[in-house]
């Protein structure tokens, strides 16, 4: 078991962020977190890495207790994917993946010639390795994310967290970024993600998991877990869950803004309410 | 272009990934296995690393050389010859080609005032790399930390308490050391965020130490103590002997020995607290102990000195120009370049003109329209 979650409650002073969270995560999955906007998910993944102190229950990573290693060998058992990251300096590519070597490094040591070569080939597995010396700040925002997942794999962690690892890409790189992720759990690589687009847990994740008030929602194969119901109650949105190519893939759909037999969504009077929408932004313009 | 040259990389991406065998990745004590493509990049990048040192290594032949002019230029004429005949012979016994006149000054005015710039130049810029490091800001010189005007306020106070030069040193190292201790304090209990907290409280620390010090001046005999405090503010080597440099060189040396071996710690720290953290390292320690290293480096120098801006802040920039901002090459070649450039112009300062110059007051002046520079030039990438 890569990771287990027992009874994790976790607030900031009287706000209750995460309130008794149990759930496991076999080696080599993809969970895809989902949930609204400050539900709690950087939280858990702040838990998870050991970068909150004041949690309560059990975290076990790959058979460890969480609270009994130390930074260097959390380090050694989990690499963590931040959302975006702006470097004040421009270090070449090469150098910010060769800095996660350093879990592995006595306690003065600096990156000798293997961790080189195994920075470079770290590069080469997510396709980059001819942007080793390019400055990391001047590579486009797609390239970026690459880098940081090539520096999760040179701190050959097996477990893996991104927080929201495609939020700041265009369509084109989070569709690259996400495929190569799912390539990675191929590998036996164990990846908790967050992302705030369900369409996007269908196609890149084994399991989801939806966080809601707290507390787990749902958790499980995401044509399970991710239905119109659950939707609505999570995001507020009323979609429609629609299956493509024989079921290989969904989508979801929000069916407010479609028109159903001339009918916008499945409200009679949705024509008439669009009118008056239109008749109130005219007044104010 | 660009989309379709990464699309290219990601079917390459594909082709590695499917026929890699799984978990090869994984198991830790397996030597890592390179392509010849990876090669081939790494080749590249090796070559480029090579250049570094190797601009390193001129850097400290320039400082030599800088020196060995240092030594001869002067009212007094010793030429090249003599510099390193006088020196050696204070190891191996040589024929005499100097006189007793130019011994007396080589070794009771030249070596301490020429040995006192270059390791508060080191001393100032290895601190200003170290702080702009762990920082996470460009901006930031060596007395963000209350470290400079500390250092005035115990000189000033010393200076009004009659004490000797020797005093005066003591004085300001102490207190020094005492204002960045209670930024430190100050600091663990700020509810902002740890870093922030540590930048604001040493601001606030600094403008009370600079009060105090404008309090002492009010105070303090306009005849002979304004004039002595006015001017150890403005920093000078005029009256650097053999003790200032015994007395800074082991405070100064043990500092720049542990950021020296702390270098790249400074680079994974500026990656930001929670990246760090995640990569294995305890980032509250680090930043901690390099803070105490930068601090006792910048007191030691600033004791002895005076106040001397800008080389802290300017120096480590210069350094990331020639050598890039990897903190392996930078802290080398920083410690070189501000050894090197606070001599330069401590030659002027003592050159130019009938009377000396107070070298705070020159370092400003090719400080600052640098730093204009610097804020206003296209990046080198572009």
Request: glycine share 8%.
């Amino acid at each position: 078991m890569s990771l287990q979650v027992d009874h994790l409650s976790f607030s900031y002073g009287s706000h209750v962020v995460l309130d008794d969270i149990s759930f496991e995560v076999p080696d080599g999955m993809l969970v895809n977190v989902l949930g609204h906007n400050g539900v709690g998910k950087s939280t858990l993944f702040r838990c998870i890495l050991g970068l909150e102190d004041s949690w309560t229950g059990s975290i076990t990573i790959n058979g460890k207790d969480a609270r009994s290693l130390s930074i260097a060998e959390y380090a050694r058992e989990m690499a963590y994917i931040p959302q975006t990251h702006s470097s004040v300096y421009a270090y070449e590519v090469i150098d910010v993946v060769l800095m996660s070597t350093t879990a592995g490094l006595k306690a003065l040591a600096k990156p000798g010639h293997r961790q080189l070569e195994f920075a470079y080939e770290c590069l080469d597995r997510v396709g980059i390795a001819d942007l080793a010396d390019r400055p990391y700040t001047n590579i486009s925002g797609g390239e970026q994310q690459l880098v940081l997942i090539a520096r999760a794999l040179a701190q050959r962690a097996q477990t893996i967290i991104m927080d929201e690892p495609t939020s700041a890409l265009d369509y084109g790189n989070q569709v690259r970024v996400l495929s190569q992720i799912k390539h990675l759990a191929g590998e036996g690589y164990t990846i908790i993600e967050s992302t705030h687009y369900p369409d996007q847990a269908f196609l890149f994740s084994d399991r989801t998991l939806v966080l809601n008030d707290g507390t787990i929602l749902c958790y499980g194969d995401p044509k399970d877990t991710i239905t119109d119901k659950v939707i609505n109650e999570v995001y507020g949105v009323r979609v429609s869950v629609e299956s493509l190519y024989n079921d290989q893939v969904r989508v979801c759909v929000p069916i407010d803004e479609i028109e159903i037999g001339g009918h916008r969504g499945n409200h009679c009077d949705g024509d008439e309410s669009h009118h008056d929408f239109q008749r109130q932004v005219r007044r104010k313009n | 272009m660009t989309q379709q040259h990464t699309k290219n990389q990601m079917d390459q991406t594909k082709e590695h990934a499917c026929s890699g065998d799984p978990k090869r990745m994984i198991n830790p004590k397996e030597e890592a296995y390179v392509n010849s493509h990876a090669r081939e990049c790494m080749c590249k990048g090796t070559a480029r690393s090579r250049r570094a040192n190797i601009l390193i290594i001129v850097l400290a032949v320039i400082l030599v050389v800088v020196m060995t002019i240092s030594f001869m230029l002067g009212k007094y004429p010793i030429d090249p010859g003599q510099v390193w005949s006088l020196l050696i012979a204070q190891v191996v016994p040589l024929d005499q080609t100097w006189t007793n006149y130019q011994a007396t000054i080589f070794f009771g005015v030249r070596l301490p005032r020429l040995l006192l710039a270059v390791l508060v130049g080191c001393a100032l810029s290895i601190a200003g790399a170290a702080y702009q490091g762990i920082f996470q800001n460009p901006l930031v010189s060596p007395d963000i930390l209350g470290a400079s005007q500390g250092a005035a306020f115990g000189a000033a106070l010393s200076i009004m308490l009659g004490a000797s030069s020797v005093g005066i040193s003591i004085g300001a190292f102490i207190v020094s050391m005492l204002a960045v201790a209670l930024v430190i304090v100050v600091s663990q209990r700020a509810r902002c965020g740890r870093l922030l907290g540590v930048v604001l409280a040493g601001i606030m620390v600094s403008s009370l130490f600079s009060a105090a010090v404008s309090f002492i001046k009010l105070v303090a005999d306009p005849t002979d103590q304004l004039p002595q405090i006015t001017y150890w503010l403005m920093g000078s080597f005029t009256s650097a002997s053999m003790n200032d440099v015994l007395w800074v060189i082991i405070p100064i040396a043990l500092g720049c020995v542990v950021l020296f071996l702390m270098r790249w710690r400074i680079d994974i720290l500026t990656m930001g607290d929670d990246e760090a953290r995640t990569m294995g390292v305890n980032v509250g320690r680090t930043r901690l102990i390099i803070i105490i290293a930068a601090t006792l480096v910048t007191a030691a120098s600033v004791s002895v000195s005076g106040i001397i801006g800008w080389v802290g802040l300017v120096v480590p920039h210069l350094a990331r120009m020639l050598v890039g901002c990897d903190y392996r090459k930078l802290i080398p070649a920083s410690m070189l370049l501000g050894s090197g450039f606070l001599l330069v112009v401590d030659d002027v300062s003592r050159l130019v003109g009938t009377a000396e110059i107070p070298i705070g007051i020159l370092t400003a002046f090719v400080g600052a329209p640098f730093f204009l520079y610097l804020i206003t030039r296209k990046d080198r990438f572009e």
